[in-house]
């Protein structure tokens, strides 16, 4: 379901439909008790989770991207948050801060 034009809540949110809904601008929405659904790589920029799930170990799930790379084809998902969210078949790049906390917050499921 979604509650307005930038929060999710228990649903299934599909990332090639997620793009084309928001035209690419993928900024400051919120995912809460999600199920998120690539196949995709999402450049994580300034974003805020809390209790992530993954069908896959984190570490080949999490890339980090260090300053002045540029990055071709991933998804970047700007100043968005997480809570309580499952990911399938998605991979993280960001700057090693930003990955450092994915991988505090992930569990294998």
């Known amino acids: 379901m979604q509650d307005d ?15 084309e809904r928001h035209e690419g601008n993928l900024r400051g929405l919120s995912f ?18 809390h209790n992530i799930k993954t069908f896959h170990k984190p570490k080949g799930m999490l890339w980090e ?3 002045g790379r540029k990055l071709i084809g991933a998804v970047l998902m700007d100043s968005c948050t997480f809570e ?6 998605i991979g993280f790049a960001g700057l090693p801060k930003q990955i450092q906390l994915w991988r505090e917050t992930m569990s294998e499921e």
């Open 5 to 19: 034009d930038k929060t999710y809540r228990d649903t299934q949110v599909l990332i090639h439909e997620l793009i």
């Open 84 to 89: 309580d969210c499952t990911f399938h078949h």
């Open 65 to 67: 991207v260090h300053p």
């Open 32 to 49: 809460v008790d999600c199920e998120i659904i690539g196949p995709s790589v999402i450049y994580s920029r300034n974003c805020i989770a």
